[in-house]
Every structure is written in structure tokens, then in C-alpha cells.
């Protein structure tokens, strides 16, 4: 596919991961400040999130107009999307069309997963390998690793023995699985495995679904976009460019400014109704306080267990689906496409784990405490070692051979999640302690990349080799990430990812920024303004 020039050992910046953040960092720094830039990808291809994640049913649960990249005008004009929200196929596609319009992928080693990343003191730079033993060294090292792509297989005693087959949702085979005939089990009901059941129902003898922790669930309402859309996203890019901006999230909604208590109850279920009827994320956004106040978060919580309740019509099913112990939004909030009217086929069944956990995975199927499930296939949409996994599993070791994994040990430390104490010209798109994974990414990623763009122009210019944050700002700025998240009702959920609580053994730490979008550009702005003097340069 390209001709990467594996003696070419020296570059002025390595970039890891060729998803939306690496793609568009190499736009930056290779095309607007002229350096020389290597991605590394372990993919074959482009698209990161989208290239390993092809389950069925994989969509974005973002509006195809806002999840784009909007740094440039012309691929605005030249892109059109098909449907409300794009599936995982169109946006490969949407990825490749932008790798070839900047010409990308000459510059992308793929194939390649790096497997050690060590800082150099005496020579300034990162010594990168990979795990077909190449090295390359750079003077910046930059992670666009992801956020979710780190996938998560629970260990379960007897996996081994299953003479099934058995995949997780973000690992996907590129030639998709078939599921005629076959008995299926999925474990997982987070908003991957809310995606997947009503396209694996459709397809296979049976399904049983494995459920730990009940989820609530919005329709997308998903549907083709019309031919007056289309036309009017182009027309209004700019408009949309301000209002990503603006919005907390990032997403192209207005959250509402007014609290529950400021409604009478039959306004407030029209309220609901209607953001049910439009379906979307946007029903998060009916009331200001749903994600800050319990009494208001309980209005919506009960209003979609009232909706489980009415659209399941086996009531031991609707039971344990409806049991939900965290408020609404406090998780990831999912939204789907028949999920709920699914669990109406007659090829379904749903297995309470609270009540009836898995013991073990023997040859023929899942064994939990009361039952046993003969299987073919297993599916997990178990998720992933969320925002951390994929940066401790890279082996990077920095200043005074400190380890990443040592320096994280009681949980992410970092400056802004852009930088961390110890790891000089390191940069972490989208990393822990930054909006991150509670905004539409694509947005928040072009922030990062451009201030980290922004950040070596100055070095540049003002001829500084190196750039580091310290322990004290990163303390600081842990603090804001509490403070921040402890005034919302994210911090209270179990077993969510967001704290890390989904994976045996990592510490629990609230690790996104959850201030918002808008409050964080300006935090990073005059940091920028102020010709960077947060972090000692050298
Ligand atoms: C199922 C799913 C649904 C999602 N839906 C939404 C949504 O609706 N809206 C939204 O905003 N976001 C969504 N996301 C988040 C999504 O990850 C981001 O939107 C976006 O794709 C992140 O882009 P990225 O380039 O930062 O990371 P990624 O797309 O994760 O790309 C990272 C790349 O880095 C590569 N990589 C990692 N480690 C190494 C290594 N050591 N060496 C070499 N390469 C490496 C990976 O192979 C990958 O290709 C979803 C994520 C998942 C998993």
C-alpha cells in the first residue's frame, strides 16, 4: 500500500494510531508546519475506532454532520453522509477519502503496533520500537492511541475449552461472522451490546443475552438523510462549526436551560415525549440538571423504565431490564435501534448475572450458577481498558527510566490530559484528565490537535528542544478533574468505565474532564496566550 522507508530512522515527530486523531495530527504538523512525521499503525488501514469495530449493528451514536472533521471548508463541501448517523462501513470510507484527499497514507506505517517508546535524555528524543523489532527515533512522541481501543475479554474460568467460536466486538473479523443457524450468546448490554442484539437476533437460530448491569436506552431513529439536509449542512457548515464549539459536549444540540423543578409534571412527560419521539442523545439535554441533580435525573430515569416496562411484553424480561441501579446518563447513555422491541421474538432469552452469574465457560456453552447455555458462538461486548490501556500498554518510559505504568499506579496523572510529569515531548491526544469520551469526539480531538500544533510552532520558532509539565500542575489540575466530576452524578455509577471500574484491579479514578468542552478550550487557550509558561521549556 505504501512505501515507508524503514532506514529512515529519524523523524521530527512519531505519531501512534491512525484513527481521527493521528490523521489529523499529521495533517498539521507534516502539511501547515512542514515537519517530517511518521505514523505508526497496527491496523492495516486507516480509521482506527471504525477499522476494528465492525460488529453487527457497530453506529455512531453522533449525528453524521457533526462527527466530522471540521478544520476544512472543502472537505465539508466534498463530503456527503447518507444516513443520520453513520455506520461503521461509511465511516471507513469517510476516513480513506480523507487520507487520500491529503494524501495520508504515504506517510503511515502500517502494520506496525509500537510496543516500547523510551525517552532519550542526553540525546532529546524517543526511541520507538515496534513489534516487528523496528526502531525509529523522534524529538516529539505523540499518542493517538484512542480511548476505547483497548479491547477488553473478561477472564472467565474455561474460555479456553470453548470449541465455539468467540469474538469481541471491538476485534471483529474484517469478513464479518455468520450467524444462520447458529445459537448464540452475547455477554455485554453496555451501548456496543445494544447495537448488536437486534442485528444478531435477526440473523440467528437463537440468542441469549448475558446481562450484568441493566442499561437505559434512547431510539436513535435512525433513518436516510433527505436531499434538503444534505444541502442544508453544507450551506450552514459554519453555523455548525460554531455551535460544536459552544455546546459542553460537542454535539450539535443545545442542552436546555431549564431545570425540572421549573416544569409542571404533565409539561415535563411532553417534554420527555417528544425528545423520545426525536430520538438521539439529545434527550439528555431536555432538562439543564438531569446529569447534576438526583431528584431531576430520577424524572428521566423513570420515564424510559416506564418505556422498558410498556414496550417488553414478557414481564420477567421487562423486569430485569428496567432494573437499572445508576441514574440516566451517569454511564455512557446508549441509544438504539429496536433494542428493547427485540427482546419480543420468540428467538431470545435474557440472563439476569446478578442473579445468576457465570460460573465457567466449558466446551459446549456457558455455565452459570443455576443454568447451562449450549452455544456456538459467543459474543463479547464486554468493552474495553477505557482511555489508560492503550498508553500503559505501549511500555513508555520516560525521564530517569520512570515507567508509564509506575507513574500511573495510583491513576492517571496529568497536566490538562495532554501532557505527563516525567515524559518530555510527549503529547496525548485525547487523553486521561481531557473532555474526551464525554463529548463527540471528532471535536474534541481538533482541539487537541491543533494546540498541540500550535504548541510546537512556538517551540519552533522560539527554538526550544524540549517541553514538560510538571508534578505539581498535574496535581492541580487532578483536582479540577474531581472537583469538576464531583459536582455531577458520573462519579456515583458502579462499573463504569469512566472510573475504570470495569476492569479488575485498576484504580478508580474519575478520569475525563466532565467541565465541558467550552471551559476547557479557554483553559487551553491561555495557557497558549500565555506563551506556554505553565510548562517548563527548555
Ligand atoms: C463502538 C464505539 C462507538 C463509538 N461511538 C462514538 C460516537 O458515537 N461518537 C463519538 O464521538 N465517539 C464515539 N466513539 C469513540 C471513538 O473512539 C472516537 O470517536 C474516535 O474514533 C477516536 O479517534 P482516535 O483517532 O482518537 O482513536 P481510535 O479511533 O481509537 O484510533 C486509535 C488507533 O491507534 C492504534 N493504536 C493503538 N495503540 C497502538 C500502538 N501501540 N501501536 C500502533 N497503533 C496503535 C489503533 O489500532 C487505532 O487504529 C466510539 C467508540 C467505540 C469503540
Redesign the pocket.
Known sequence: MNQINLNNKEYDVII????????YQLICLRDQLGMNCLV????DD????????R?PG?????ESHA?SYYFSDELLKEWTWSER?PGHAE?RRYMNFVADKFDLKKDILFN????SAQYNEDKICWEIT?NNKINFRSKFLI????????ANIPKIKGLENFKGKYYH??NWPKNGVSFVDKKVGQIGTG??GI?AVPVIAEEAKHLTVFQRTANYSVPARNKPLTENFKIHVKERFKYYRELLKKTPN?HPFEISDRLVADVQEQEMQEIYEKAWEKGGLQFRGSFSDLVTNVEANKTASDFIKNKINETVLNKKFAAILSDIDHPYAGKRPPIDTNYFETYNRDNINLVDLRSNPITQIDEKGIQTEKEHFDLDIIVFATG?DAMTG?LL??NIVGKNNLKLQEAWEEGPKTFLGLQVPGFPNMFT??GPGSPS?L???????EQHVEWIRDCIDFMNKKEYSTIETDAKSAEEWGNEVNNVANKTLLPTVKHSWYLGANIPGKPQVFMPYAGGLPRYRDVCENIKNNNYKEFSLN
Open positions: 501512534v494510531g491512525a484513527g481521527f486523531s493521528g490523521l505508526v499503525e497496527t491496523g486507516v480509521g482506527g475506532t471504525w477499522y476494528w469495530n460488529y457497530a453506529r455512531c451514536d453522533t462527527y448517523y465511516i506496525h503496533k509500537v510496543t515496534t499518542t493517538a492511541v484512542g480511548c476505547l481501543s483497548n466486538t471491538g451501548s456496543t447495537q460537542g474495553y492503550p500498554n505501549m491526544i485525547t469520551v463529548t463527540n469526539m471528532p471535536i474534541a480531538i
